[in-house]
């Protein structure tokens, strides 16, 4: 059984910084993608960021230049470190694995961008 546990949500001030870490349990396969989605209040689930295990990242433009996404394959461990965040940022983010055809999802951890 694939398990998701993210940590590292929070609230933080416009312009400040936080690092979502995401571990995967279970039976993983070595070949995956893992990424973060995030929900704002009110709107359908986006894509921030995604990275393969073989290191190929892919990014939206909203968070391009301000979020990187990293993993340790070790760990089986994917980090979301996000900069210079905008109120707009504010949403559940979800940890999410791709693997062999299936998703698998996070439980989410809120992020809160608010003076």
């Known amino acids: 059984q694939v398990q998701l546990v993210e940590s590292g949500g929070g609230l933080v001030q416009p312009g400040g910084s936080l690092t979502l870490s995401c571990t995967a349990s279970g039976n993983i396969f070595s070949i995956n993608v893992m990424g973060w989605y995030r929900q704002p209040p009110g709107k359908e689930r986006e894509l921030v960021a995604s990275i393969h295990s073989r290191g190929s990242t892919n990014y939206a433009d909203s968070v391009k230049g301000r979020f990187t996404i990293s993993r340790d394959n070790a760990k089986k461990t994917v980090y979301l470190q996000m900069n210079s965040l905008k109120p707009e940022d504010t949403a559940v983010y979800y940890c999410?694995?791709?693997?062999?055809?299936?998703?698998?999802w996070g439980q989410g951890t809120q992020v809160t961008v608010s003076s």
């Open positions: 999410n694995l791709q693997m062999l055809g299936i998703n698998y």
